[in-house]
Structure formats: C-alpha cells, structure tokens
Nanobody
Framework: EVQLVESGGGLVQAGGSLRLSCAAS????????IGWFRQAPGKEREGVSL????????YYVDSVRDRFTISSDNAKRTVYLQMNSLKPEDTAVYYC??????????????????????WGKGTLVTVSS
C-alpha cells in the first residue's frame, strides 16, 4: 500500500522558516517524482515544488523560487521542503504527492490537466504577519 505521510507544519511568524517532511512507503522510491502542493482557504490547490528522485532534478513555481528548497534522502525514503522567508500568503495545507511518470508530474506542478497518482493527507502551515 502506498503511503505518503507529511509532517513539520505549524505556526510561524513572517520571515521565519519551517521544514516539511514527506515519508514515503509502498512503491519504488527512486523511480518516482515527488512533489509538494498547497491549498489555501478558499483557493484552488497549486503546485509548489517537485523532485525527480532518480536524477535529483528539482522544479519550483515562481512564487517560491529562491525561498523554498526541495530535497530527498533516499535511504530514509523521505522528501523535504525547506521553507525560508515565509510570507502570510504561504499559509495553506501542504500536501505531498507522488507519480511515476515524470512529465505528468511536472505538468501537474504547473497546473496541467493531470493529477498525481498518490497523495498524503496534508500538514497545515500558518504564517502570521
């Protein structure tokens, strides 16, 4: 059974940092792309960042580029999202998602018509002003 379990959310002041973790199990980790998505209250879900585990290629949306860093620890089967210089507009539930087909995952990150195969339940990040 595929499982993605997020952790690390919480309340932080603007300008602060948080590190989210996504622990994965039930699939061949190295052959997947794993990404972070978020959904703010009253808004649609949006992509944040993606990593292709096999070649360590990373992708970001413009709103988080230079502030967020995605990485993976293959031995721990865990993907991290280091979030720095947080802004109130970063407040959202952050979801981890995985897909074995990299082009679809990249398209989903950028709002394309596909969806990731597997999703976690999310972790709440609240940034106060």
């Amino acid at each position: 059974e595929v499982q993605l379990v997020e952790s690390g959310g919480g309340l932080v002041q603007a300008g602060g940092s948080l590190r989210l973790s996504c622990a994965a199990s039930g699939f061949t980790f190295e052959t997947y792309a794993i990404g972070w998505f978020r959904q703010a209250p009253g808004k649609e879900r949006e992509g944040v960042s993606l990593i292709s585990i096999g070649d360590n290629t990373t992708y970001y949306v413009d709103s988080v580029r230079d502030r967020f860093t995605i990485s993976s620890d293959n031995a721990k089967r865990t993907v991290y999202l280091q979030m720095n210089s947080l802004k109130p507009e970063d407040t959202a539930v952050y979801y981890c998602a995985a897909d074995p087909y990299i082009p679809y995952a990249i398209a989903t990150l950028r709002g394309g018509p596909y969806d990731m195969d597997h999703w976690g339940k999310g972790t709440l990040v609240t940034v106060s002003s």
